[in-house]
């Protein structure tokens, strides 16, 4: 990874993340999603740049859908794209995160699936970002080279499995499995690497997020999309860098 020489505070991240998705075509508020799911993976030690520039990149390209579609088919929701399309993270985040609070509030086991994903990783951030206390959540797919990718989260604690190597070679759309359950539910738990949200948000508060140099320029790049050029009237009138104050 090319590491850049100066990490990003979370202020940064906030910034330039959410109008990086604008710049993709997102609303605003599907950008905060996508910013808070970026992160939390910096929380629990995964570079957000690759997944966030990966998962925009799809969507400016026409390679993912916005438009999604929910069916309950043998007590599975199935979240799709109603186009022949990959589904957009940036639109997957939201609609999980918002059926996992919904599904939470019953207290049953309920199970979900994400067909053809463009980046999982950014579904497992927008997961990690609910902060839901009182259920375990497991969040899983299988990348294109076969090997499992999973998430077990228990509130502030996530048991994490393939999730850095996804990062480091992506491998296309996967199909997200979602499943929720009761903290004694008595299913075992992953024996992955562990993190704590909690101490990786005192981490990236007191040191910043470090991240790939050419991944945050591509976000960078989604972020200038937003920015309204310079002009000799803007200028006259005071807007713009370089502004002549005409007050």
Excluded at 133 to 156: F, H, Q, Y
Excluded at 183 to 193: A, E, M, N, Q, R
């Amino acid at each position: 990874m090319n590491v850049t020489s100066t990490p990003l505070s979370l202020n940064e991240i906030r910034f330039y993340f959410t109008r990086a998705a604008v710049g993709a075509g997102t609303p605003f508020g599907i950008g905060e999603v996508f910013t808070a799911a970026s992160m939390h993976l910096a929380f629990l030690g995964i570079d957000p740049a690759r997944a966030a520039a990966s998962a925009l990149s799809s969507l400016i390209t026409g390679q993912s859908c916005t438009s999604l579609a929910l069916r309950d088919d043998d007590n599975i929701i199935h979240v799709e794209s109603r186009r022949p399309l990959e589904v957009s993270a940036l639109y997957a985040g939201p609609v999980a995160a918002d059926r996992l609070f919904i599904e939470a509030g019953y207290g049953s086991e309920s199970r979900f699936r994400i067909h053809r994903v463009d980046q999982p990783l950014i579904v497992a951030g927008a997961v990690a970002a609910t902060g839901i206390e009182n259920a375990r959540i497991v969040v899983s797919w299988t990348k294109g080279c076969g090997s499992p990718a999973r998430m077990d989260l228990n509130g502030d604690i996530a048991s994490l499995t393939g999730m850095q190597e996804n990062v480091e070679h992506p491998s296309g759309p996967a199909t997200v499995d979602l499943l929720l359950t009761s903290l004694d539910s008595g299913k075992p738990l992953t024996t992955g690497l562990t993190r704590s949200i909690v101490q990786g948000r005192s981490r990236a508060i007191q040191h910043g997020v470090e991240m790939d140099s050419l991944s945050r320029a591509t976000v960078m790049a989604f972020f200038n999309r937003t920015l309204v050029p310079t002009s000799h009237l803007s200028r006259e009138t005071g807007a713009g860098t370089g502004a002549e104050d005409s007050d």
